[in-house]
């Protein structure tokens, strides 16, 4: 090989080198965007890899990347995430700049000032980022358990199922959707935003749930007058008659994180019966549950409610793609109902 076919070489290699360190930073910081916004345990972002790419420009650190897709992104202005969580976050970017040697960053430290001052309140801003571009922001309760209900925030099955979601568009597309316990909103909204449903009713019975899940609806965009068509209702699972579900004509059903509670279960067994059992077979909607597995006895008795009730059901396999930020560690299963 020439000097002049080892210099081409050697450059090749060289661009193919920097394309894939880009790739990483995108990777890096995409991560810790999703991180941020979602509001995770600091632990789980990935420090030590941005530590590592802090040479990749000589004019600006890592960090300073880090710090402009996060606390500097339009999003944290318009919707931005907990004051307590931003202090935390710039206290630990800005503990892990000075270890590294770097040198320090004004801005850091102004932002920080600029939290340290400001006043905490009961309720934050998370936005889950979206595969397509945009998010899913809503606000939410700082507290798990607030006002008498878990309504408030959002739970991991959401999550999951919102996943499967993404990776399923066509179960919605065109598709009139039912959402019960729609909680804060999180599924829904992803489904509206990424899955092109027809038309898609949001619903819970607690008033406090009802009045923030109108308001993330409506900050988020959708309404009747949108396409997808979206309203929110509300629906007592022991109350609504087969009329109100055949007006509703729902083709596609789905819930999240509502198998946590006997007495709840039980009711939700039964409505379910009722769809399936009283929809002729060319409109039998498809019914889609997801659970975290907190307790199995609950869960249990849910599936052998179920099977009283003359439903059926089939384990769907997990989604793929690693989308939203939840523990993975926790038992979460999506199942179909059949009758």
Same mark, same amino acid.
């Given at each position: 090989?020439?000097?002049?076919?080892?210099?081409?070489?050697?450059?090749?290699?060289?661009?193919?080198?920097?394309?894939?360190?880009?790739?990483?930073?995108?990777?890096?910081?995409r991560?810790?965007?999703?991180?941020? *916004?979602?509001?995770?345990?600091?632990?789980?972002?990935?420090?030590?890899?941005?530590?590592?790419?802090?040479?990749?420009?000589s004019?600006?650190?890592?960090f300073?990347?880090?710090?402009?897709?996060?606390?500097?992104?339009?999003?944290?202005?318009? *919707?931005?995430?907990?004051v307590?969580?931003r202090?935390? *976050?710039?206290?630990?970017?800005?503990?892990?700049?000075?270890?590294?040697?770097?040198?320090?960053?004004?801005?850091?430290?102004?932002?920080?000032?600029?939290?340290?001052?400001?006043?905490?309140?009961?309720?934050?801003?998370?936005?889950?980022?979206?595969?397509?571009?945009?998010?899913?922001?809503?606000?939410?309760?700082?507290?798990?358990?607030?006002?008498?209900?878990?309504?408030?925030?959002?739970?991991?099955?959401?999550?999951?199922?919102?996943?499967?979601?993404?990776e399923?568009?066509?179960?919605f597309?065109?598709?009139?959707?039912?959402?019960?316990?729609?909680?804060?909103?999180?599924?829904?909204?992803?489904? /509206?935003?990424? /899955?092109?449903?027809?038309?898609?009713?949001?619903?819970?019975?607690?008033?406090?749930?009802?009045?923030?899940?109108r308001?993330?609806?409506?900050?988020?965009g959708?309404?009747?007058?949108?396409?997808?068509?979206?309203?929110?209702e509300k629906?007592?699972?022991?109350?609504?008659?087969?009329e109100?579900?055949?007006?509703?004509?729902?083709?596609?059903?789905?819930?999240?994180?509502?198998?946590?509670?006997?007495?709840?279960?039980?009711?939700?067994?039964?409505?379910?019966?009722?769809?399936?059992?009283h929809?002729?077979?060319?409109?039998?909607?498809?019914?889609?549950?997801?659970?975290?597995?907190?307790?199995?006895?609950?869960?249990g008795?849910?599936?052998?409610?179920?099977?009283t009730?003359?439903?059926g059901?089939?384990?769907?396999?997990?989604?793929?793609?690693?989308?939203?930020?939840?523990?993975?560690?926790?038992?979460?299963?999506?199942?179909?109902?059949?009758?």
């Amino acid at each position: 090989m020439g000097k002049q076919e080892v210099n081409k070489y050697t450059c090749k290699m060289a661009l193919s080198e920097r394309s894939s360190v880009q790739g990483s930073v995108k990777e890096v910081l995409r991560e810790f965007q999703v991180s941020f *916004f979602a509001m995770t345990r600091l632990p789980s972002f990935p420090w030590t890899v941005s530590t590592s790419l802090t040479e990749l420009h000589s004019e600006i650190s890592a960090f300073y990347h880090v710090f402009l897709q996060t606390c500097l992104h339009p999003l944290c202005r318009k *919707f931005p995430p907990a004051v307590r969580y931003r202090r935390l *976050f710039l206290s630990h970017l800005i503990g892990r700049l000075e270890a590294s040697g770097c040198e320090p960053l004004d801005e850091l430290y102004d932002a920080l000032a600029e939290v340290v001052g400001a006043e905490e309140t009961t309720e934050c801003y998370k936005s889950y980022l979206l595969p397509a571009g945009g998010a899913v922001s809503l606000m939410e309760n700082i507290a798990l358990i607030s006002e008498g209900t878990t309504g408030l925030v959002t739970w991991e099955a959401a999550l999951y199922l919102a996943e499967w979601a993404l990776e399923n568009q066509q179960v919605f597309a065109g598709r009139t959707v039912l959402e019960l316990g729609s909680g804060a909103g999180l599924t829904g909204i992803a489904v /509206c935003r990424s /899955c092109s449903p027809k038309r898609f009713i949001f619903s819970d019975c607690h008033a406090t749930v009802l009045q923030k899940l109108r308001d993330n609806v409506r900050l988020n965009g959708l309404s009747e007058q949108t396409t997808p068509a979206v309203s929110v209702e509300k629906l007592d699972w022991t109350a609504i008659s087969e009329e109100e579900l055949r007006e509703i004509g729902a083709d596609v059903i789905i819930a999240a994180d509502v198998v946590y509670d006997p007495d709840i279960a039980g009711s939700l067994a039964k409505l379910l019966s009722i769809v399936l059992r009283h929809s002729s077979a060319e409109i039998l909607p498809q019914v889609f549950i997801c659970s975290t597995i907190r307790n199995l006895e609950t869960y249990g008795g849910f599936k052998q409610q179920l099977e009283t009730e003359g439903v059926g059901h089939e384990v769907i396999p997990a989604p793929v793609s690693r989308v939203f930020p939840y523990n993975r560690q926790s038992t979460i299963e999506l199942i179909k109902l059949s009758r």
